[in-house]
């Protein structure tokens, strides 16, 4: 039972102390408000905790770690709880970065928050299954681009930062795993109705082998305004600024 509940926490704590600096030290340092995802034991705390001038929060869900890091990181704030049902726009007074080796059972949620709440994050550095960070920072052309790089891209500067092994977690996960950087450009609005971008994103990827002309067939909405050139391509092929020009034509 006890075994069982841990697994559901996507729990693989980092057993070496370079990677855990390595992660650390990707972080730019653009804002000192930090939020760490899942600290479990600290591996990673430790080498935040006491930089001069952070702000250093941390969320925890596990009240076992919870309670670890109580013991061992006496000062610093860690709230136990889950970081998907966490209010992001009352924690800083100011936008944050965040960072974690993160439970990759939910990592698509943890992006599609961060997308959300692209305004208050400025940066994020995290460890996530090899094949999600590597879908995150695809671009077009590319088998592994999807939704995701696609949203984040609109927003973010994504750098796929280094590979890391299985076997320096305990338990150590099925997959390899990898770091990524997203850093929030200048872009303050995609001068489109965002809330139909993202729609004509998430449809344009839900039949990813079809045309566009027939995978945006679903949205029920006339796309005679629509580019030719677009229509006949897969939305793998399409930039940021490609989905703008169509959300634009449909609306
Ligand atoms: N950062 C640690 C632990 C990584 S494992 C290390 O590198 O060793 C992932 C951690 O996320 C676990 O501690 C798990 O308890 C925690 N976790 C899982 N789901 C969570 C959620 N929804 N919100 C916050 N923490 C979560």
Redesign the pocket.
Known sequence: MEVRAKKA??????KDENIALQIAESLTGLTPHVLE?????G??TKYLYNRENIDFHA????TE?VEYLHAHYPSLHVIEG???ALDLSTLFAEPFAVI????YN?SSQILFKVFDNRNCILEVVGMFQKEVAERVAAKPGSKTYGILSVLLSAFYNIEYLFTVHEHVFNPPPKVKSAVIRLQRNDVTSLECDEKLFVQVVKTGFNQRRKTLRNALRQLNMPLDAVPETLLGLRAEQLSVSDFIEITNSLS
Do not use: A, K, R
């Open positions: 926490l996507g729990q693989h704590f980092l995802i899942g600290p479990g034991m591996v990673l969320i925890e869900i596990d770690s889950d970081f998907l974690g080796n993160f439970p939910i």
